[in-house]
């Protein structure tokens, strides 16, 4: 029983061995895409006097566990009443004030307008 199933496993794998042969090569080779192919050559000759930069080293930083680090975070001290809140939000206004700027020039006005002087 054993020698069937071997033989008809050897027909098998024998049988697959002539298909795959008889298969053309060019159906086993992925298709090539032309307008890929075109844009790479394009994209290479384009960055072709660029000059690829490392970014600069960091230093090291590590955080101590134990004792706070140099330059550690400290909490605020809690606020208690309406009056240190508006003290610190008038504080935040004036350091951010001039990021919030209006610095743009002012937009020509496109819209065309008719003046309507009589209404018949």
Excluded: C, W
């Amino acid at each position: 029983m054993k020698t069937r199933i071997a033989i008809a496993s050897m027909t098998v794998l024998l049988g697959l061995g002539a298909l795959a042969r008889s298969i053309p090569a060019q159906e086993n080779e992925p298709e090539v895409d032309k307008f890929a192919q075109i844009a790479a050559i394009k994209a290479d000759y384009d960055r072709r006097d660029l000059i690829s930069i490392s970014p600069a080293p960091l230093a090291r930083r590590d955080l101590s566990i134990g004792t706070p680090a140099e330059g550690a975070f400290e909490p605020l001290p809690k606020m208690t009443t309406p009056e240190q809140l508006r003290e610190e939000l008038m504080r935040q206004r004036e350091l951010h004030a001039p990021y919030l700027q209006d610095l743009a020039p002012p937009l020509d006005d496109l819209r065309i307008r008719v003046p309507l002087e009589s209404f018949d």
